[in-house]
């Protein structure tokens, strides 16, 4: 059943916990992601919105002497029930002047955008092999967590046709397919350009992480400091300092 959640910022979203609710990786990469004035800004499957959302609130907080207007965001949603509570959700906000939801396919982002359309590509990617690893019942969670739609492939490959000239991608993954993503970015002409570690807590092994790459760019990869997210059962004072600016 659809419910109609408050966010801490203020903003409203609609989400449907029997097909996918946002996790703390949508807010940890809107938090890693940097974005400027004026910068038109994609999400590859969006889901229910929530990133464009966190990261138009974001962007409220921008400053610029300069004359660029308001950040421009797209959300890329293949399944049809998550863009439509992704439009209630941005016109529960009325926010349509800045954001848009659009229904495709990330495989064929060539038959949506011209190349080089996007300053910035954000995209929190299914983590999850079909092959060998266990599936949740409900379809649309199905679709969210496990490639079958969409690979790290299809995802690299979209992010490099979209983005202008020195554009920037942003992706939060598991630490597991490290080498699959620099692979698969190499492929497309992305390179990591700066990394940060995501911990449970302090002595467990990192679950995700965060990764920033730029299109053709000079190979120098920045390892930021790790990040911690629980002491115990509560946030650690670093993980919600780390959010407070989109959450």
Same mark, same amino acid.
């Given at each position: 059943?659809?419910?109609?959640?408050?966010?801490?910022?203020?903003?409203?979203?609609?989400?449907?916990?029997?097909?996918?609710?946002?996790?703390?990786?949508?807010?940890?990469?809107?938090?890693?992601?940097?974005?400027?004035?004026?910068?038109?800004?994609?999400?590859?499957?969006?889901?229910?919105?929530?990133?464009?959302?966190?990261?138009?609130?974001?962007?409220?907080?921008?400053?610029?002497?300069?004359? @660029?207007?308001?950040?421009?965001?797209? #959300? !890329?949603?293949?399944?049809? $029930? +998550?863009?439509?509570?992704?439009? %209630? /959700?941005?016109?529960?906000?009325?926010?349509?002047?800045?954001?848009?939801?659009?229904?495709?396919?990330?495989?064929?982002?060539?038959?949506?955008?011209?190349?080089?359309?996007?300053?910035?590509?954000?995209?929190?990617?299914?983590?999850?092999?079909?092959?060998?690893?266990?599936?949740?019942?409900?379809?649309?969670?199905?679709? @969210?967590?496990?490639?079958?739609?969409? #690979? !790290?492939?299809?995802?690299? $490959? +979209?992010?490099?046709?979209?983005? %202008? /000239?020195?554009?920037?991608?942003?992706?939060?993954?598991?630490?597991?397919?490290?080498?699959?993503?620099?692979?698969?970015?190499?492929?497309?002409?992305?390179?990591?350009?700066?990394?940060?570690?995501?911990?449970?807590?302090?002595?467990?092994?990192?679950?995700?992480?965060?990764?920033?790459?730029?299109?053709?760019?000079?190979?120098?990869?920045?390892?930021?400091?790790?990040?911690?997210?629980?002491?115990?059962?509560?946030?650690?004072?670093?993980?919600?300092?780390?959010?407070?600016?989109?959450?």
């Amino acid at each position: 059943m659809t419910r109609l959640d408050l966010l801490p910022n203020g903003y409203k979203i609609f989400q449907n916990p029997a097909a996918f609710c946002f996790g703390a990786d949508a807010r940890l990469l809107c938090a890693f992601s940097k974005i400027k004035k004026g910068q038109s800004v994609i999400d590859l499957g969006t889901g229910n919105g929530i990133i464009p959302l966190l990261l138009h609130k974001k962007s409220l907080a921008l400053r610029s002497s300069h004359a @660029a207007g308001p950040c421009r965001f797209t #959300g !890329l949603e293949i399944q049809e $029930a +998550a863009v439509r509570l992704a439009k %209630k /959700s941005v016109a529960a906000n009325a926010l349509e002047a800045d954001v848009e939801i659009i229904r495709g396919d990330i495989r064929h982002v060539d038959d949506l955008f011209q190349p080089q359309s996007f300053d910035v590509v954000v995209c929190n990617p299914p983590y999850m092999k079909v092959q060998g690893s266990t599936q949740n019942d409900s379809e649309a969670k199905r679709i @969210a967590r496990h490639e079958i739609l969409c #690979g !790290l492939k299809d995802v690299a $490959a +979209a992010a490099s046709y979209l983005l %202008k /000239s020195n554009g920037t991608f942003f992706m939060v993954h598991r630490p597991y397919r490290l080498q699959e993503i620099f692979s698969a970015f190499e492929k497309v002409g992305l390179v990591a350009r700066r990394a940060r570690f995501v911990f449970p807590a302090a002595d467990k092994a990192p679950e995700m992480i965060l990764i920033e790459a730029k299109k053709n760019y000079k190979k120098d990869l920045k390892i930021e400091a790790p990040l911690v997210m629980y002491q115990g059962r509560e946030y650690t004072k670093e993980f919600l300092e780390y959010i407070k600016g989109v959450y």
